[in-house]
């Protein structure tokens, strides 16, 4: 099975390039399904979830081409509405095609997504908000049955809680319900506005009327489109703490600066002094780290997607620390092997009290989870010798490149095969 080994301590310093948005491509290359025209789409990220994605709409019958870096998707023939347990148990987002087969073709089965190590993260919430729209579903051996005898028929909907997915879903199916949808209590995640800028360029007609409520008035066909997805900001966050961990000094190139205003400002009261233009973030990591207290929130709060790397730059802060985890209730897995490594983590509940001035060691580690995997990568850039880390497929699962961008910046990272 591949791994990683890490060799410490570095300082990282240069520029890195941000690769495309996995969680903006995700509902967006579902989202191509609505469509019976060719749609060409640009910085998706060379990442497993996205090879899974394809595979999944190719499942589906979609034809699916690579030119340079552009993909080509058509799904004039694209027939089959079953998507199989093996592309799903993977990838949770692979719930995201349940929406547009059933505004398509009024039928779906889906596999539901199953566990997964950072909670049960269910799907009641998209099944709920699509019963709304007209679908009629049952839950038969580990499969959604879904369809809508009349079609989807646009209504009003509250969601109960923020749900990104469910969000997706649920704009996506909208697109082609008759008549008007209104959707509230919205998550508003730059992503989400990626998948409804996708969305108006393919001739969907979509409003946001508030802060967090959009309005769709469905539409019958939708046209061609050639689109660029956005930049990952959780990619940009995570090589922003690496810099403000090791006093290193960075370029973060491609990225919007103002979709990640919370983490800079975060940042830059931690102690990291921290420059921005149009599309490019520099930072220059301090010597004293300051202690914050921070809990995750739906954007614009901070993002549970960073909570794990934050965690480790809180291990090297001159005081006690706190993060509470409102999101995900399980997402704490990464602290047993941080501790391995020396740092002074304890949970109780959703609460994590993370001991400040931690000198890391190297130590032989087990990723857990995407997010997970990479905080251990930053732990061990700090560690003086040898770490290893071992289940890296959750890693590839997300960070496009991760060993080449570090290594390219000053960190020696080995992927042994
Ligand atoms: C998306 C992101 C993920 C990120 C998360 C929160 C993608 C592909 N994934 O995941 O990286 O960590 O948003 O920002 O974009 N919930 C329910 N019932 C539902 C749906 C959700 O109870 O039907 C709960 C979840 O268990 C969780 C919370 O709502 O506690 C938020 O989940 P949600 O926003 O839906 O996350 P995802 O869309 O799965």
């Not at 469509?35 to 789409?41: A, D, G, P, R």
């Not at 049952?138 to 909907?157: D, E, F, T």
């Not at 590839?396 to 961008?405: L, P, S, T, W």
Request: glycine share 8%; with cysteine; hydrophobic share 40%.
């Amino acid at each position: 099975m591949k791994k990683l080994e890490v060799f410490g301590v570095v300082k990282l310093k240069g520029q890195i390039t941000i690769s495309g948005s996995k969680n903006a491509s995700l509902p967006i290359l579902a989202a191509t399904l609505l469509s019976n025209k060719k749609i060409s789409l640009n910085n998706l990220p060379k990442v497993k979830d996205i090879e899974t994605m394809i595979s999944l709409l190719k499942s589906l019958g979609s034809i699916v081409e690579y030119n340079k870096k552009t993909i080509n998707i058509k799904n004039n023939k694209q027939v089959k509405t079953f998507a199989s347990y093996s592309l799903v148990k993977t990838m949770r987002a692979g719930i995201l095609v349940l929406g547009p087969l059933l505004a398509k073709f009024g039928k779906a089965k889906v596999s539901l997504p199953g566990g997964c190590a950072i909670g049960t993260r269910p799907v009641d919430i998209h099944l709920e908000a699509l019963s709304k729209l007209g679908v009629k579903y049952k839950i038969i051996q580990g499969y959604v049955h879904a369809n809508a005898p009349k079609g989807l028929i646009g209504a009003n909907i509250k969601f109960p809680k923020i749900s990104v997915g469910a969000t997706e879903n649920l704009i996506i199916a909208a697109c082609l319900a008759k008549g008007k949808t209104i959707l509230s209590n919205c998550a508003i995640e730059p992503e989400i506005k990626d998948l409804v800028n996708f969305l108006k360029k393919m001739g969907c007609n979509i409003k946001w009327t508030t802060k967090r409520t959009i309005k769709i008035k469905g539409v019958n066909t939708v046209n061609e489109l050639d689109y660029k997805v956005m930049a990952d900001r959780i990619e940009a966050g995570t090589y922003l703490i690496a810099a403000a961990l090791t006093e290193g000094n960075l370029k973060i190139r491609g990225i919007n600066p103002k979709i990640i205003n919370t983490e800079i400002n975060i940042l830059k009261k931690i102690g990291a002094k921290i420059t921005q233009k149009k599309n490019e973030i520099v930072i220059q990591g301090s010597k004293k780290i300051k202690n914050i207290n921070i809990k995750t929130a739906p954007y614009p709060g901070f993002p549970t997607d960073l909570q794990a790397q934050m965690m480790v730059l809180l291990c090297k802060a001159n005081k006690k620390s706190y993060i509470r985890e409102e999101i995900f209730e399980n997402r704490f897995m990464h602290v047993a092997e941080l501790n391995r490594m020396g740092a002074k983590i304890s949970i109780k509940g959703n609460k994590a009290t993370i001991q400040g001035n931690i000198k890391f060691k190297a130590a032989e580690l087990m990723a857990t989870d995407l997010r997970a995997s990479v905080s251990l990568i930053l732990a061990a850039i700090t560690s003086k010798g040898k770490s290893i880390i071992n289940r890296i497929y959750h890693l590839d699962r997300g960070y496009e490149d991760i060993e080449k961008k570090l290594n390219k910046v000053g960190a020696k990272i080995k992927r042994i095969n």
